[in-house]
């Protein structure tokens, strides 16, 4: 994982951009600046889909400062969103034996099987044991 946190004096606060590892643009996080709607397309018109050796080159002659930080999740924060409250233990334990990568992407690749389960009306929702063992983030879900 790759994460990014751009600043710039012609905004305030900052943006923080996360890439997979595969180079992929995996998410934009406009929360924590203030940015007006024409900045805001002007960000996601630039930001590459695939990450590049250095994508600050897409802005040009910008102000714009980058900063590289690991990026991590923690089992709180992916256990809130998974919303079901069975066997914690279990999922802790899970959890602590993934890898950092897993572990974000179990996290931000949990949209895909929430989209296919509003598809697919039917399915229930996967104790969050099962989703972690049997690696769901994994799967392409459709």
Known sequence: MRKYILTSPRFTGEINVLYGLDGRLLFIDFLKCDLNEEQTDY???KL???FKDNFIEAFGNSKLSVVEEGYTVS???W???YNIKHNKARCI???NKMSEADQVNAYFKMGNYERHLALNTWKNK???DTYLRQRYWESEWK
């Open 93 to 95: 334990a899970l959890w």
């Open 126 to 128: 996967a104790d969050p």
């Open 43 to 45: 960000f996601k018109s």
């Open 79 to 81: 256990w809130n969103r």
């Open 75 to 77: 089992f709180e924060q």
């Open 48 to 50: 590459p889909a695939i």
